[in-house]
């Protein structure tokens, strides 16, 4: 998710931009401005309140800036990102939006301010006022807002700066030099984001083949748990040997382990695109742990995946493996099998539910032959990539 907050006095050219940046970016647009206009319009109580305040060029208090923005947010999960356009205006504004980011498990990226002298500002208003019909776009209550702004608003950038999160730019430059500023910032941050899959599916449906198949593709890490923990092993680490008594004596590697691990491979991993998660999570403590690692990186899943097989191919696929060279420890009897397949059915698929709610999980047929599928999956990463860009 690529979230964008354009800042400034009236005037500096937050609407104009923000046209082009939604259009490029396919970006989910937020004024509150313009949500407040559309509640007037309604003759809302929320509109009637504001009425009065947007006429004489104030702010419209915090709690009703909330009350129509945190539908907006959290009903709109699934956006590219969002593009804020007049919001956050206030310092409690700005609490407000990280706490409705975090709901959403994202983060404002960028605040982009556009500087602009008041002189600027006014001359520009009072041109937009001839057409835009706007009763607040009149020198009285321009000079009102503009008082509003360096006294409320002027101050949030100081929150953004403390952050590190703030770009000023020149907001006095010809509209397209100001544009491509922005949108050279945008795909700064772009660049930034990691493409991050999960591929789930029973065991048998392909996930281990397809998913390093399509890591080297598209320039991505693939993360499988199984083989990490077995390069720790076969490279003699204390975690290692602590792995091998763990197998030893038949218990579960536990979470903590798994994920010091897959933490390093996080860390480690630069200039790598994003990351491909195979047999993670397998449990629901397992799927907050790496949303939590994630955010902390600043990322967050871009697609998941269910690689969908009829489970009585999964059983002969199974089987047929279990006669070959490629026999795992864990398919070497039917009952193993049948036993791996009931772990993943209880334990995995309510990971899926969970994920279902707030993402889209996009189920691919694992049916056929290998490249079949894989360019099944490669259309849903495609997909994902371009959406992504
Ligand atoms: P705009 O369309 O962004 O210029 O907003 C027009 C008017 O709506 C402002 O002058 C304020 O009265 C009100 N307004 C818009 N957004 C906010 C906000 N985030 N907080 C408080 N008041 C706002």
Redesign the pocket.
């Known amino acids: 998710m690529l979230n964008i907050a354009l800042f400034g006095p009236?005037g500096a050219g937050k609407g104009t931009q923000s046209d082009f940046l939604v259009k490029k970016y396919n970006l989910f647009y937020i004024?509150?401005?313009?949500l407040?206009r559309k509640e007037m319009a309604g003759r809302t109580k929320l509109g009637l309140e504001?009425q009065g305040?947007?006429a004489a060029?104030?702010?419209?208090p915090d709690e009703v800036?909330v009350q129509i923005i945190e539908n907006t947010i959290t009903g709109n999960p699934g956006s590219n990102g969002f593009l804020f356009?007049?919001?956050?205006?206030?310092y409690i504004?700005a609490y407000i939006l990280e706490g409705l980011m975090l709901k959403l498990h994202t983060s404002l990226n960028r605040l982009i301010s556009l500087d602009v002298s008041e002189d600027v500002s006014v001359r520009r208003l009072l041109a937009r006022g001839v057409t835009s019909g706007r009763s607040?776009d009149n020198e009285t209550v321009i000079r009102n807002?503009l008082r509003e702004y360096a006294e409320k608003t002027r101050p949030v950038l100081q929150f953004y700066r403390d952050r590190g999160l703030c770009v000023e730019i020149d907001g006095a430059a010809p509209v397209e030099v100001v544009r491509d500023r922005i949108d050279a910032i945008v795909q700064e941050e772009l660049g930034k984001q990691l493409f991050n899959v999960v591929l789930f599916g029973h065991p048998g449906s392909g996930r281990g083949s397809q998913g390093r198949a399509l890591a080297a593709r598209y320039g991505l890490e693939y993360v499988a748990t199984g083989p990490m923990l077995g390069e720790e092993i076969a490279r003699g680490t204390a975690t290692g040997r602590r792995i091998v008594s763990l197998y030893e004596s038949g218990q579960l590697v536990p979470d903590e382990i798994v994920v010091q691990l897959i933490e390093r491979k996080l860390a480690d991993a630069k200039g790598v695109k994003g990351f491909i998660f195979k047999g993670y999570p397998r449990t629901l403590v397992q799927s907050y742990i790496l949303d939590a690692l994630l955010k902390k990186h600043g990322s967050s899943l871009a697609r998941i995946i269910v690689l969908d097989v009829p489970t009585l191919e999964l059983i002969a696929r199974l089987d047929a493996r279990s006669q070959t060279d490629r026999c795992m420890p864990y398919d070497t009897s039917t009952a193993k099998i049948v036993k791996r397949l009931q772990e993943h059915e209880t334990k995995t698929v309510p990971v899926i539910q969970k994920y279902s709610q707030r993402h889209e999980v996009i189920t691919v047929d694992g049916t056929g032959t290998f490249d079949e599928v894989f360019a099944r999956l490669s259309a849903v990463i495609e997909d994902g990539l371009r959406a992504s860009r």
């Open positions: 009236p004024s509150t401005g313009d407040l504001a305040i947007i060029g104030g702010l419209v800036i356009d007049g919001f956050p205006r206030t504004q607040d807002r």
